[in-house]
């Protein structure tokens, strides 16, 4: 019985995080964290752009917040921003950013786009990094594109606890 109510909760923690994924899709959204509290819940937002996520006199904070209680059923949530400090090292960044350019650019340009995302992060500081576009990018049939640069480890405890 008690299996079943740790599963729901990190049923209901994964769907939160999804939400207000897509809420905040535009504001530089990077992950949450879920704290339990004798008060209530805390939830830490960590985004590259603080100021679009709380809005102004704070009203996507409100927002927010009478959304959590309402379909998630938290009882009391209390809603932090935490600021990523460098967002070309944070993976759902990279990712949203990599959409955002094949959006904007189309899909015929996606090398230059998967090379320039590349250097951008290695620039940042990042040991290694592999950058993986598959589908239908450049034609009809679906393809699968590695851009890699750097020291990456492919095997081994390493791979699964230090590569994101």
Known sequence: MIERQFVNQKLKAF???EHIGKLLSRAGYSHIEIKRTPLGENVIIYTTRPGIVVGKKGENIKKLTALLKSRYKLENPQIEIGEVQNPMLDVNFITDRIAFSLERFGQKRFKSIGYRTLQDIMDAGAIGAEIVISGKV???RARSWRFS???LKK????SQSKVL
């Open 15 to 17: 769907q939160i995080q």
């Open 138 to 140: 450049p034609s009809a």
């Open 149 to 151: 640069a750097g020291y």
């Open 155 to 158: 095997s081994g405890d390493i």
